[in-house]
Every structure is written in C-alpha cells, then in structure tokens.
C-alpha cells in the first residue's frame, strides 16, 4: 500500500470507529450514551442528538480528499483534546491518522468518552494497522523525545522513503487561547505546531428571510452542545430596523423553548449561572430579556457593542447594518470561526468579510460542516 493510500485508509477507518459510537446498537454507542452524560454535560437526549446527528460519519468522496489534501506529513502526530464539544475527537483523530501513521491522543482529563473508545477501536482493527496505522491515549506529552528521536527508531518503520521528511512531529492542539500558547513554546525542533484556540459562530438575517423559519434554523444550530463548540452561534445580527430584531427575538425565543422540550439543556454549574446572572443585568441596561426553561434569549435593538453572552443556550440579539457590523464585529478580532446566513442582503457579507477564515454556511446548518478538515480554518 502506497503512501497516500495509507493515509486515506488510516481516515476511513477512523471514521468507521466513529460509526460504530453514533449506532445506538453497537456495544461501543451504548458505551458512549451511558458515559457522556456524566461527563459533557449534556443531557442525554443531548447525548443522543450529538452522537446521532453530529459524528461525522458520512462524509463524501470530495470530502475525504480535501481532508487529505490539506492536512500535514509527519512521522508522528500528537493531539491534545478539550472538553468543549464532545464529538470533537472524531474529526481531530481523522485529521491526526492522515497527517501521521503514529499518532498520541491526549484526551480532556474532563471528558475523555469518545477519544477513549476511538483509540479502543483502531487499536483493535486490523485495517487500520495494515496501513501502518498505530495510536494510544496518553496522560502527558513528551515533545521533545518526539522531536528528538533520529530516523530508524521505533515507528521510523512504518514510513517509506518518499515519506521520511525534515517534520518529525506535528503537534495538533485543540483547547484555549491559553492552552496553545503554552503548549506551543513546549513544542522543540522538528515539531510544527497546528494550534485551534477559542472561536465562537455568529447568526446574520437578512432582510429576505422569514423570521419564523429563520430562527427555528438558529435554534437547531444553539442547541447541539448546548452552544458550547466554536461553531455555536453566539450573537444574530439582523439587517434592519429595531422592531425587526425584536420580532427575530421573540421567535427565537419560542423556537428554543419548543426545542428544549424535546432536548433538554445539560445542567448549569455556579459559573455558568453567575456568568448568565452578570449578562442578565448587564443587559437590563440596553435592551431586554426573554427566558424560558433552559435558554435566554438578549435584544439589544440600538448597540453600541456587542455583549458576549455565555454558551448556555444564550442567545445576544442584536440590529444592525452593513455599514456599522465592522465597528461592532472588530473587537472580536480573529474569534469568528462560523458565520450562518439567511435572507440575502449586505449584512453576510460585510460579516464575512471581517472573518474571512470563517466557515460560512446557511442557517440551520452551522453545526453540520464537511468534513474537510479540521472545523476552524483560521490557522489553515
């Protein structure tokens, strides 16, 4: 098997692990619905839509080719996992198998569900190991012995001489702004660094969508991981006047009620419920508040700025225009990782303009990108 069958054969197989975790019926998704509701904080009807909806098991043939195409050639690659969006693992693996043949996994110590039992699957599949496909979880990282290793050392192997480059390892980091930085000057000779650090999705409405429709199609991109991943809208900017934001709002608001009561926020611990307590009262000063059983949805109808709400099902509505979107989406600087739009008009691509690296998709299908690679593109 030549080298870029391998690393194409190493995702597949990754990807079929990850079908087995999204089939309720497998012994690997029992597993996976019994455990992740301890762990995500998600409910288990959370869990449930995640696994079902959300693991990107089905990608197309262009897909996969891109996902290829685009990642990097190491003899190793080490992955270092948050705990935000508990799919996440899934794509990262991927993305990990086609970059390298060896590959170390450092799950979150905070929910390491998934990465755990894809590691379980591939090292038990022969598929994978015929395309010199090898991975194991560990606790800590050892970049520098990584680094440092020459070429004929264990793994050295599993690489042809096409394949043997100056890249020794890739370091792939998913997590804080905080956690790249330190993680990077970890990171020695030889070691490139792919570092995915916080990032946040935004919501634009145009002046031709139908607000009912438009925000049932929010809804269905709040509610997977309870808004907490960095494809999660966490502010809808609406082209037009006042009286149009607040109408987008109240159906917004009764679209995340309609859908909490099938799948339920996970619950809040004492941080997340000062942060919405703090949003809460802040907003009392420029706008208003809708709340229901499990969400909350802020309208600022004259902003200023924009006032980040927490990733609770928390929703910051606000009306704008083309001309003034770049002074109010500035501050967020690089954040912006996914923009959903509906309904024509200037605003979306004054939006996207100012995040030209964001993933740009239409309402309702902010949560469900191609599996092309990894979800931010901002470092591709």
């Given at each position: 098997m030549d080298a870029g069958a391998a690393r194409r054969a190493r995702v597949e197989r990754a990807i079929a692990a990850g079908a087995r975790i999204a089939d309720p019926r497998d012994p690997l998704g029992e597993e996976a619905r019994r455990r992740l509701p301890l762990t995500s904080g998600l409910s288990p009807e959370g869990v449930a839509l995640a696994?079902?909806?959300h693991l990107e098991v089905a990608p197309t043939r262009g897909e996969l080719d891109a996902l290829v195409a685009s990642s990097g050639r190491a003899r190793r690659c080490h992955v270092v996992l948050a705990a935000n969006v508990c799919t996440a693992p899934l794509r990262a693996v991927a993305v990990a198998t086609a970059t390298a043949p060896e590959v170390l996994v450092r799950p979150s110590r905070r929910d390491p569900v998934v990465a755990e039992l894809l590691v379980r699957a591939l090292q038990a599949d022969e598929a994978f190991a015929r395309a010199r496909g090898a991975i194991a979880l560990v606790a800590d990282l050892d970049l520098g012995g990584a680094a440092a290793r020459a070429p004929g050392d264990a793994g050295d192997g599993a690489l042809g001489d096409a394949e043997r480059a100056e890249v020794?390892?890739?370091?792939?980091?998913?997590?804080?702004?905080?956690?790249?930085?330190a993680l990077r000057a970890q990171a020695g000779p030889g070691v490139i660094v792919r570092g995915h650090g916080a990032g946040l999705g935004i919501a634009v409405v145009g002046p031709g969508a139908m607000l009912a429709e438009a925000a049932r199609d929010i809804a269905g991109d709040v509610v997977p991981f309870d808004q907490?991943?960095?494809?999660?809208?966490?502010?809808?900017?609406?082209?037009?006047?006042?009286?149009?934001?607040?109408?987008?709002?109240?159906?917004?608001?009764?679209a995340l009620g309609e859908a909490g009561a099938r799948i339920p926020r996970g619950p809040l611990d004492g941080a997340t419920r000062a942060e919405i307590a703090m949003y809460r009262a802040t907003l009392e000063a420029v706008g208003s508040l809708l709340e229901g059983d499990g969400h909350a949805v802020g309208l600022d109808p004259a902003p200023r700025s924009l006032l980040l709400p927490p990733a609770a099902r928390v929703v910051h509505v606000a009306a704008t225009s083309a001309e003034a979107a770049p002074s109010l989406l500035a501050p967020l600087g690089g954040a912006i990782t996914a923009i959903?739009?509906?309904?024509?008009?200037?605003?979306?691509?004054?939006?996207?303009?100012?995040?030209?690296?964001?993933?740009?998709?239409?309402l309702g299908a902010m949560q469900r990108p191609p599996l092309d690679g990894p979800v931010d593109l901002r470092t591709r």
């Open positions: 696994l079902g909806r020794l390892a890739e370091l792939h980091i998913y997590g804080t702004d905080q956690t790249v930085a907490r991943g960095c494809l999660s809208p966490r502010f809808v900017l609406v082209e037009g006047p006042a009286e149009r934001a607040e109408a987008l709002a109240r159906a917004l608001h009764e959903g739009a509906g309904g024509g008009g200037r605003l979306a691509a004054a939006a996207s303009a100012m995040a030209p690296r964001a993933r740009v998709s239409a």
